[in-house]
């Protein structure tokens, strides 16, 4: 069996390397962050080190083999998350941030002596959601490490971080995969037709994660087209109106960051567009419309809104409030005639 197959990650050979290097010198460290874009495969390369970290498989069962085994009794309570060493703290969906509790459990957890393997994992998703007390209540763990505790950290971006966090930990950077690795991916390990599968991974842009939600979820492809062609039509419509989309998406914070993110795809699309390069587009099926618009919005302003998309992402990451974030997004965007 390959190390990709094992793994069984598409793409991302150099993380995994690097990972499978640091466990063939035995020097595993405390703690690791997985960095890099959202829908990228760090939550699911966290849970693949975690379960070879706990595989029992090995050759010799006291040695951690450098790959899953998934077969021993350890893997298969890693994959179906119900392996009692291993724990997985993220943000509940109805709070802001991780919470200063949820990093105590982990403290007293790590405390105790494992119940089956050889250490404790903890893995901490989406770790820049740690409010200031919980990111400093975590960092005693770091500075004084239990021997048998390891921390696998994700982050989108890891300058959203206490540098003091950063210090103690092994960043592991992903990187966005080729529209045709995520295509032959698509293909062949999910059975997806060629033409449905050279548009989710266009339209993927480099997100394995997301290409796979796109697949598992019907309903995922036509919502984007509906909120693409509504976003498409700001441009057009009054200052009112504007203001109103504004209040419905920011009514959710986590929808209001998808949108943005599906609306700075569209922005990056018209900048390419407006330069004579439509084939480099990503929203393959909307050609047509980026090709109008392009033209009477032009270089510069497409640009503008890049950069405007861009900052607002940013505060809303810096907890400014939405709805004002989005209704200065509002007032950026350039004004055509209907
Ligand atoms: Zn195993």
């Given at each position: ?22 466990l ?13 874009p ?35 009794l ?7 998350g119900?392996?009692p ?8 969906p ?12 982990l403290?007293s957890?790590?405390?105790r002596?494992t ?9 901490i ?26 921390l696998?950290?994700t ?15 092994q960043?592991?950077?992903?990187h966005l ?5 995520i ?17 989710i ?22 919502e ?12 057009m ?11 419905r998406?920011?009514?959710d914070?986590d ?7 599906l ?18 587009t ?49 007032l ?7």
């Amino acid at each position: 069996m390959t190390t990709q197959q094992s793994w069984n990650i598409v793409g991302h050979e150099h993380p995994i390397d690097l990972l499978r290097r640091t466990l063939a010198a035995q020097q595993v460290r405390h703690a690791y962050l997985f960095t890099g874009p959202e829908h990228i495969g760090k939550a699911l390369l966290a849970h693949r080190f975690a379960q070879t970290l706990l595989c029992t498989g090995g050759p010799d069962p006291r040695i951690t083999p450098l790959n899953p085994c998934n077969t021993c009794l350890s893997c298969r309570k890693v994959l179906h998350g119900n392996h009692p060493d291993l724990h997985v703290i993220s943000r509940a969906p109805d709070k802001q941030f991780i919470l200063i509790e949820q990093v105590r459990a982990l403290q007293s957890a790590s405390a105790r002596k494992t119940l089956e393997g050889r250490r404790n994992v903890f893995i901490i998703q989406g770790a820049h959601e740690m409010n200031m007390q919980a990111a400093n209540c975590l960092l005693k763990t770091l500075e004084e490490p239990e021997p048998d505790v390891v921390l696998l950290l994700t982050t989108p971006d890891p300058g959203l971080l206490l540098p003091t966090i950063l210090s103690r930990v092994q960043q592991v950077s992903m990187h966005l995969l080729t529209s045709s690795q995520i295509k032959t991916a698509l293909e062949q390990q999910w059975e997806v037709e060629a033409e449905e599968a050279t548009l989710i991974a266009a339209l993927a842009a480099g997100r394995m994660g997301w290409a796979v939600q796109a697949v598992e979820d019907d309903d995922l492809l036509a919502e984007r087209k509906a909120q693409l062609e509504a976003l498409a039509k700001l441009p057009m419509v009054s200052k009112v109106q504007r203001f109103d989309i504004a209040q419905r998406i920011s009514a959710d914070s986590d929808k209001a960051r998808a949108v943005l993110e599906l609306w700075l795809l569209w922005w990056r699309d018209m900048v390419l567009a407006a330069n004579d390069c439509l084939d480099l587009t990503v929203n393959v099926d909307m050609r047509n419309i980026l090709k109008q618009q392009a033209a009477r919005v032009g270089t510069s302003e497409a640009e503008r809104m890049v950069r405007a998309l861009l900052a607002t992402m940013e505060a809303l990451d810096q907890n400014v409030n939405p709805r004002t974030a989005l209704e200065v997004l509002m007032l950026d965007l350039p004004k055509l005639a209907s």
